[in-house]
């Protein structure tokens, strides 16, 4: 009932950009974050960044802090992220996360993950 699915993976070269898409549709009363994981070969999937769908406070991770910015959409329950001077070590499958409610209590809340989209920089 609920689907995330991201958008705007690719190949780039070092130093280039690329932003990402990422749209939670289905059964959504309200989202409470959306963020960014990234996963890379041999390597533990690991927080990129977050956004509050509340606040907008943002979180990143110390690697892609001044390089990525994350933003969000909420009437359309997307999140974006922009990702600037991208580096070979960014390589990764980049996964969309988001932490929603379905009921309008909103009392429990559930993550959903995307399927992923493949970022490759080259050097």
């Known amino acids: 009932q609920v689907q995330v699915v991201e958008s705007g993976g690719g190949l780039v070269q070092a130093g280039g950009t690329l932003r990402l898409s990422c749209a939670a549709s289905?059964?959504?009363?309200?989202?409470?974050?959306m963020g960014w994981y990234r996963q890379a070969p041999g390597k533990q999937r690991e927080l990129v960044a977050r956004?509050?769908?509340?606040?907008?406070?943002?979180n990143y991770a110390d690697s892609v802090k001044g390089r990525f910015t994350i933003s969000r959409d909420n009437a359309k329950n997307t999140v974006y992220l922009q990702m600037n001077n991208l580096k070979p070590e960014d390589t990764a499958v980049y996964y969309c996360y988001a932490e929603l409610s379905r009921e309008f209590t909103m009392r429990d809340w559930y993550g959903y993950w995307g399927q992923g989209t493949q970022v490759t920089v080259s050097s």
């Open positions: 956004i509050t769908s509340s606040a907008g406070s943002t």
């Open positions: 289905g059964s959504i009363f309200s989202i409470r974050v």
